[in-house]
């Protein structure tokens, strides 16, 4: 089995932002704009960039947006305003610096239950700093999210971010492969390090969106008061891993059974966090591109194209009394 470990502690426009990607993204800037969450990513890999600048962005991939059809409404197609997605799965090291400060509280007496306990409280299992974190409520997630300005995705927006293209089966394309992501048929029976599976990564510069772990969001089916997880995990088959569509009507219906309780917890749930445009973000953006170097520029100018696309359209479909 060929994997490609992309470390999260390789930090710096090196690790996986090399000068074939920024030609690429200096290329698709001036047809980015009117993309929506399932068109062309112009922004891959470019958070590493941008990290210096603005550091809540590391580690983050943007998603344009868009329209997609929800999961459980007939006929429903949600507009997906723009945001920011991690592109790594929550890991054990990143939860352990919510952990230590004065904003964590354990959602149930087992929360991080593979942890180790010593006089100063609470400790990331050695070796496994960087494999996802588990053992957490839907609370925890919560918690930690808001901890690091950020919020669980809807599942509108996890499948958004999770696939280029609308029909797609996988973050990679329609078919399954072992080789792509820490599933059952890996035979690993584990959790690996964020980012092993490199030949995984999706169009937006994400990592397993299929397999690792399960992901918690925030959203529920209809009739259930449990949180909906989506992605499988490494124990899941491969139609488990599936990125659900509202063309397949089973979803709908098993999917009232892949949830997890408030207060539940699991050896293969995790998360990852999103994180808002918000017009403060955006003024810094702005700023990034004004001041930053090419490889910065080629980042920040497909974004505020098509911010600029998104509100020229919204002025013109506007009724002209409220202009």
Known sequence: MALGVVSKVRRGPSALLGSTRIARLAALAA?????????????SGGDEVLGDLIPELRDMAFIPGGRLDSLFEEASRVDIAPFFVDRFETTNEEFAEFVRSPRFAAGSPFTLSNWSRGANGLRVPRGR??????????????????????????ELEWRAAARKYSDARYP????????????????????????????????????????????????????????LILGGAFRSTPEQCAIPDVDEKRWARDLRKQVIGPTELQFDVGFRCVRDLTPELLERIEHA???????????????????????????????????
């Not at 329609?174 to 995984?200: H, K, M, P, W």
């Not at 990592?207 to 918690?216: C, H, L, Q, R, S």
């Open 289 to 323: 591109a004004r001041v930053g170097d090419a490889e910065v520029k080629a980042y920040c100018e497909p974004i505020l194209r098509m911010v600029r696309s998104v509100a020229d359209k919204a002025t013109a479909d506007a009724p002209q009394g409220i202009r």
């Open 172 to 227: 990679w394309g329609q078919g399954f492969s072992s080789n792509r992501c820490n599933s059952l048929a890996c035979g690993i029976n584990d959790t690996t390090i964020v980012g092993t599976f490199e030949s995984g990564e999706n169009d937006w510069g994400c990592y397993d969106f299929a397999g690792n772990v399960w992901e918690i969001v925030d959203s529920s089916p209809p009739g259930v008061s449990a949180k």
């Open 31 to 43: 047809v980015f704009v009117g993309t929506t969450a399932c068109g062309p990513n112009a922004t």
């Open 129 to 154: 700093e960087h494999h996802p974190v588990v053992w957490v409520t839907y609370g925890d997630a919560l918690a930690y999210a808001q901890f690091r300005g950020k919020r669980l995705p809807t």
